[in-house]
């Protein structure tokens, strides 16, 4: 049990912050939002800077990166509130890496700066299990809702189903049979309605991959849940030890203070559960409910923690040039994707009755109950 | 980063369980329930024993004071284990007045009050409140006037739980009046049985009995100083701050929620295949697993050395606040009968628990500091908002 981060994963975390910091200007993240489009130039520089392909194991290619490396750039860019498809690309080709041999070219793509390929498993249900969309003799037909980053991806990682069973498919996004209308979501990043009209689809894993990659987009959404929370959290803090009303900073009332206290007691259980939840997908414990409980979680702390920052900054908070909405916006959208708080917190209902261990050890869980 | 547990700490938690499962019979349970704030029995004082025997409760701490200079994780894996069973530990004399004297107390002190606090024969009831001086903590006035080589006390502490089954009592007194409140209050140990020391009983809603003490004269020897005179704020602080993290252990609250699904499984089949109960335990095991992460957060700061300050104060908040809103709900669940008290017999849920836990819930909210005092704290120490 360590809490800290490693040397690397330091050095890793303030080179990116840095970097963002430096390159990214607030005003450019307007632009782009306004732009409907990604960043174009942050992404083909943290391509350049290698990332991208740090995040990304070595069997793909990459710099032999684990899930929790690629948490803790994510939590940077979440804390930026820059709109670079990094989370849907990875997290497809986490999945792909352990796909059939014939999508995997696609990760050299990747790693050349040359291909974004994004998730496409919502439809109209809303429900990852419920797939209408289906595949018959390589022709993918179907409607996927929230296709984050469709209109820039180059390619697309579908759900459907083949002879009953779900399946993902790799779609080239610009091949016929594609018809991409983007929906404009509160989270002021790219997310599309994608139509497929007899595209051509080459498979790349059955369910279990299917499963792997709402895990893995789950806990990753979660993580994104953490770097807004946070941001807002820190940006709460500085704005009221500054901010003077009644002769005296703001963060000296009480009231204040007591708010500002709830708010990062959210976060820090958040970013426990979180960075738990992720390390689990490196060893292999994850479990469904763990995930569900680390999303149900920071889903619901980023929209107290951006709605109380709204509270303590007053006016200026909402004010479009003032850049706590990024948080307080994204962050919603991020607490809704990839299973919103209650549809977390259903899984976790599903799952009631069995036993847990409450201070987990990775043994079986059931020596801990009552006899 | 790394949330597994290595090895050595999972092959602990098995000694603890077998342990556990040796010593938690029904008699065992019948006598702790009877027992109350006295925690004494032949039964639960055998179990007491044999986690002496076996110098547990010392393990953590360096050689030279008896203990086997484990990892602070040790500890915090055994105190969850045992919090789970319900099983004693002897509470705020390890989780906070040994850490104290660790740090202040001399050489003599530590051998004299180390040894006897883990093997049982010395524990600490806590003298900080007074009928004046609760949340104002530095407005005591129980006063400590040095007398040749004695110091004589006079004053009145109120709440002073636990102070008639203990032997000694944890006290804070005013040595210097003329200094500024913070800069004038020492820490003593008190003999209970000390000349001048009167105990009057209080009852309260929880079932529990605390007391007022009084203090007449009270004659103690100067190495019944702790620290450095004038010192004893830090004292205390730094006691507070290892009992916050004493208060907010996860092992008791899971446990009563392991037992609420069990016996909804058992008496409620139809209530809980019903998806809004389902999902408002979900809800609550989520909070659960917060207050997991708050405490083992601060197990890491101690295990690395350090001493939670915000962090602390954080998990006391949560788990206290959560106390209250889970077993109010597991007794909204089960309506009138999560209502029942022990005395009902096999008619009241979890044998009375709920709502024993309810009664006594408000306790821990301003006890060891308010939360209102907590978050203050969080603002200020965690955060660093101006004063």
């Not at chain 1, 050095?11 to 912050?17: G, I, N, S, T």
Request: glycine share 10%; aromatic share 8%; proline share 4%.
């Amino acid at each position: 049990m360590d809490l800290a981060l490693s040397e690397t994963q330091q050095l890793v975390r303030d080179a990116v912050r840095d970097y963002l910091a430096r390159a990214v200007p607030f005003d450019r993240v307007r632009e782009v939002e306004r732009s409907g489009r990604h960043d174009e130039q942050l992404w083909a520089a943290l391509h350049e800077q290698g990332w991208l392909g740090l995040a990304l194991p070595e069997e793909a290619g990459g710099g032999g990166g684990t899930c929790t490396d690629l948490a803790i750039l994510l939590e940077e860019l979440s804390r930026r509130a820059v709109i670079v498809p990094v989370m849907e690309t990875l997290a497809a080709a986490r999945v792909i890496e352990h796909g059939a041999a014939g999508a995997k070219d696609i990760l050299a793509a990747i790693l050349a700066g040359k291909a974004i390929v994004t998730p496409a498993l919502l439809e109209e249900s809303d429900r990852f299990d419920d797939i209408k969309a289906a595949v018959r003799d390589g022709k993918l037909s179907g409607e996927k809702y929230f296709v984050d980053y469709g209109q820039v991806a180059t390619h697309h990682l579908v759900a459907a189903t083949r002879d009953g069973d779900i399946e993902l498919f790799l779609v080239d996004a610009s091949g016929p049979g594609v018809t991409i209308e983007p929906l404009r979501s509160i989270g002021r990043t790219p997310t599309a309605r994608v139509t497929y009209d007899g595209a051509a689809a080459t498979p790349v894993c059955g369910a279990d991959g299917h499963r792997a990659l709402v895990q893995l987009g789950r806990a990753l959404a979660a993580v994104q849940c953490l770097g807004c929370a946070q941001q807002a959290l820190d940006m709460t803090v500085e704005y009221v030890s500054q901010r003077v009303q009644f002769g005296q900073p703001i963060g000296a009332f009480q009231a204040v203070q007591h708010h500002c206290a709830n708010m990062a007691t959210l976060v820090e259980a958040t970013r426990f559960l979180v960075y738990e939840a992720v390390a689990a997908i490196d060893s292999g414990a994850a479990t469904e409910r763990q995930i569900a409980i680390a999303k149900a979680c920071a889903s619901r702390a980023v929209s107290e923690v951006t709605t109380m920052a709204h509270q303590l900054h007053g006016g200026i908070g909402i004010v479009e040039e003032y850049d706590l909405y990024f948080f307080s916006l994204r962050g919603k959208e991020r607490a809704l994707a990839w299973g919103s708080a209650e549809e977390c917190l259903a899984i976790v209902a599903k799952h009631i009755e069995e036993p847990e261990d409450w201070l987990p050890m990775g043994e079986a869980a059931a020596a801990g109950r009552p006899e | 980063m790394d949330f597994g547990w290595e090895q050595t700490y999972r092959d602990f938690r098995e000694e603890v369980r077998a342990l556990v499962r040796k010593h938690h019979t029904p008699e065992l349970q019948r006598e702790r329930d009877q027992a109350g704030e006295t925690r004494r029995g032949p039964l639960l004082d055998a179990f007491r024993d044999e986690l002496e025997q076996r110098g547990w409760l010392r393990m953590c701490w360096p050689k030279e004071y008896g203990g086997d200079g484990k990892s602070p994780w040790y500890q915090f894996v055994l105190i969850e284990e045992l919090e789970y069973w319900g099983l004693p530990y002897g509470s705020l004399s390890v989780t906070s007045v040994m850490p104290a004297i660790m740090a202040f107390g001399t050489e003599e002190q530590k051998a004299k009050y180390l040894p006897a606090i883990w093997k049982g024969e010395v524990s600490f009831a806590i003298g900080y409140t007074e009928p004046n001086a609760g949340t104002d903590l530095a407005s005591l006035q129980t006063r400590a006037v040095r007398d040749g080589d004695d110091w004589v006390i006079n004053g009145q502490k109120i709440f002073t739980s636990e102070a008639h089954v203990s032997t000694h009592i944890w006290l804070a007194a005013r040595t210097d009046p003329d200094a500024p409140k913070h800069k004038g209050i020492s820490m003593f140990i008190v003999p209970r049985d000390a000349p001048g020391v009167t105990i009057t009983p209080m009852y309260t809603m929880s079932g529990l009995r605390t007391n007022q003490t009084y203090y007449d004269n009270v004659r103690v020897p100067k190495d019944a100083l702790v620290g450095e005179e004038n010192r004893g704020w830090y004292i205390t602080t730094h006691a507070l701050n290892h009992e916050r993290v004493g208060l907010a252990p996860t092992g008791g609250l899971a446990r009563n929620f392991d037992l609420l699904i069990a016996y909804l499984r058992e008496k409620r089949p139809a209530q809980i295949e019903d998806g809004a109960v389902r999902l408002r335990l979900a809800e609550m095991q989520m909070e659960l697993h917060m207050q997991r992460a708050l405490a083992t957060k601060n197990g890491w700061i101690i295990a690395s050395g350090g001493t939670p300050t915000g962090e602390a104060s954080m998990a006391k908040v949560w788990s206290s606040e959560l106390r209250y809103r889970m077993h109010s709900l597991a007794m909204d669940l089960l309506g009138r009968f999560g209502g029942l008290s022990r005395d009902s017999g096999d008619a009241a849920p979890l044998n009375g628990r709920l709502e024993a836990n309810y009664r006594s819930a408000p306790i821990l909210r301003f006890g060891g500091g308010t939360n209102e005092v907590q978050r203050t704290l969080i603002a200020l120490r965690g955060l660093g908002l101006p004063r």
